[in-house]
């Protein structure tokens, strides 16, 4: 069975710093895996997926994340966080080799301070 | 492209009613999933259509229910409302076999 651990419920930066926020899967087979931010009050938006074509997977808004195998991870970071980046990040895998069951992790809450 | 739609965006119910929520997802988009967000069990998968067909199911009792029509719009029903069946209720279109893109959510109070 699939399954998602994020090691961080909560994170808080200063304005310009990194950012870092941790996710470690399990899969039987080689997973899909996403992660999704979520805005207070708003729906989900996908902020970048993986899906085996390269192990650093570039998204939106200075997002990135680097796929590694042997540590069964899917950290995210940003190389200098805005104010407009605090929200709730969820890491996500697809199940059974399907895209439309998605597994969610249990979120990270950023807090981005001046 | 209009993103997906969902109606209404907030119900307030009563314990014992019923209610329908719907969705409209991206156009050309034939697959749509429901999804329930608490704060206790965070986000779970309810069910999944493609082609007016239910091809995936969670974990939840028999009162949640859902279908999708020939457009591909999607409703879920919830029967016998229950207390715990306050949450934000998530939609999300995909074409075949790639991402799914999200709602903005439909927010069901249950008192």
């Known amino acids: 069975a699939q399954s998602v651990t994020q090691l961080d419920s909560h994170v808080s930066v200063s304005e310009g710093t990194p950012v870092l926020l941790r996710c470690n899967y399990s899969s039987s087979y080689s997973p899909s895996l996403f992660w999704y931010v979520q805005h207070p009050n708003k729906g989900l938006q996908l902020l970048l997926k993986?899906?085996?074509?390269?192990?650093l997977v570039k998204g939106i808004n200075g997002f990135e994340a680097e796929f590694k195998k042997s540590e069964t991870s899917f950290h995210l970071t940003k190389p200098s966080a805005h104010m407009s980046d605090a929200a709730e990040y969820f890491c996500v895998v697809s199940s059974s080799g399907g895209y439309n069951k998605l597994i969610f992790g249990a979120g990270t809450r950023l807090a981005v301070h001046p | 492209k209009a993103g997906v739609t969902q109606t209404p965006r907030y119900l307030i119910k009563t314990r014992g009613q019923q209610v329908t929520l719907s969705c409209s997802p991206i156009?050309?988009?034939?697959?749509v999933s429901w999804y329930q967000q608490t704060p206790g069990q965070g986000l779970q998968f309810l069910f999944e259509?493609?082609?007016?067909?239910?091809?995936n199911k969670g974990n939840f009792p028999g009162r949640f229910s859902g279908r999708q029509f020939s457009n591909s719009r999607s409703e879920m029903n919830v029967s016998t409302l229950e207390l715990g069946d306050s949450a934000l209720y998530l939609c999300?279109?995909?074409?075949?076999?790639?991402?799914?893109?999200f709602g903005p959510g439909t927010r069901l109070t249950v008192l």
């Open positions: 156009s050309g988009h034939r697959s």
């Open positions: 999300a279109s995909s074409p075949v076999g790639d991402t799914q893109y």
């Open positions: 259509y493609f082609s007016e067909t239910q091809r």
């Open positions: 993986y899906t085996s074509a390269a192990t």
